[in-house]
């Protein structure tokens, strides 16, 4: 199983990002999409996270209403759009994949970092 994620990068604040994870070696129609970010000396905390349906979308408090996620299944790939970035969103991001709604993301990526200057 492979999470590939791309699109991090220096921003300015009040910029825009749009990261990508193509995922391969599993039935990712199936399985629910997450991602995550880790912020210098402090815990991962999950972001977004998307159903296999797509149809069902979760977003943390700090992101509502600025980040996007989505995902197209005929291209095994989730999208994080990232809008009116902050510096406060400077991190790495990892994308995160589970089977199943309550079970452990299982399978994640190797993080892309995303750096805001101010």
């Known amino acids: 199983v492979q999470l590939q994620a791309s699109g991090g990068g220096l921003v300015q604040a009040g910029g825009s990002l749009r990261l990508s994870c193509t995922v391969s070696?599993?039935?990712?129609?199936?399985?629910?999409m997450g991602w995550f970010r880790q912020a210098p000396g402090k815990g991962r905390e999950l972001v977004a996270s998307?159903?296999?349906?797509?149809?069902?979308?979760y977003y943390a408090d700090s992101v509502k209403g600025r980040f996007t996620i989505s995902r197209d299944n005929a291209e095994n790939t989730v999208y994080l759009q990232m809008n009116t970035l902050t510096v406060e969103d400077t991190a790495v991001y990892y994308c995160?994949?589970?089977?199943?709604?309550?079970?452990?993301?299982?399978?994640w990526g190797q993080g892309t970092l995303v750096t805001v200057s101010s």
């Open positions: 998307v159903r296999w349906s797509a149809i069902t979308t």
């Open positions: 070696g599993l039935t990712f129609s199936v399985y629910d």
């Open positions: 995160a994949a589970r089977v199943s709604y309550g079970s452990k993301w299982d399978c």
